[in-house]
């Protein structure tokens, strides 16, 4: 699986817009970009994923380049609850059961 | 709908024992996955079952082990535990291999 880098922390207020980028310049054209996130003590979260299209959906947006060498989730309105660390992997369909987590983008979201 | 569970949420062991966690996936999904998160080290892939087979593993000792039971839930054995045994067990579960894994919250497992 092609590796990805992230941030390793950003600062948000409560209530604006969280764009959270990841470069994946190797990715190969069967690979999809998932978005997971871990709140302290518990597992990971799945958010969204996707191939090449920018897709929605109740938790956030991903917008992913013309040339898929990175991606943003944008979390639109961000609350407290979003505090957690981000989680940006690429993966194939034949990954044979593997989710490859780097070291992620803490995320603290400020009142 | 329930999401995966797991149990116990925290076990405390000795160096040498043996230890067995458990996992219920979300209804319907066949796939189980175990990952293990120890400080400073991350999530870490350590086992793939589907359909009661072992598929895949990870960069693990044979002393790690575990199984899918007829109803898609898994157990997780560990052997001879050691001291850097000690993380988050984390299961996970997905309708199939290549849809989105979905995780419960863990077995915080401390050996002492």
């Known amino acids: 699986d092609a590796k990805t880098t992230q941030p390793t922390s950003m600062d948000c207020a409560e209530g604006r817009a969280a764009n959270l980028p990841c470069n994946h310049s190797t990715i190969s054209g069967n690979e999809y970009v998932y978005w997971y996130r871990q709140i302290h003590s518990q597992g990971p979260q799945y958010i969204i994923h996707?191939?090449?299209n920018n897709e929605t959906n109740e938790m956030a947006s991903l917008i992913i380049t013309e040339d898929r060498k990175s991606s943003t989730l944008i979390l639109p309105h961000a609350t407290l609850r979003d505090t957690a660390v981000y989680y940006c992997?690429?993966?194939?369909?034949?990954?044979?059961?593997?989710?490859?987590f780097g070291a992620g983008t803490q995320v603290v979201v400020t009142p | 709908e329930a999401g995966v569970t797991q149990s116990p949420t925290h076990l405390i062991k000795t160096r040498g024992q043996q230890v067995t966690l458990r996992c219920s996936p979300i209804?319907?999904?066949?796939?189980v996955y175990w990952y293990q998160q120890a400080l400073g080290l991350g999530l870490q892939f350590l086992l793939w079952?589907?359909?009661?087979?072992?598929?895949n593993r990870g960069n693990f000792p044979p002393r790690f082990s575990g199984r899918q039971f007829p109803n898609y839930s898994s157990e997780l054995n560990v052997n001879a535990l050691e001291l850097e045994d000690s993380a988050l067990y984390l299961c996970?579960?997905?309708?199939?291999?290549?849809?989105?894994?979905?995780f419960g919250d863990g077995t915080r497992l401390s050996i002492l």
């Open positions: 209804s319907g999904h066949t796939s």
């Open positions: 996970a579960s997905s309708l199939v291999s290549d849809q989105p894994q979905h």
């Open positions: 996707g191939l090449k």
């Open positions: 992997i690429v993966r194939a369909p034949d990954s044979w059961g593997k989710l490859q």
């Open positions: 079952y589907d359909e009661g087979e072992e598929r």
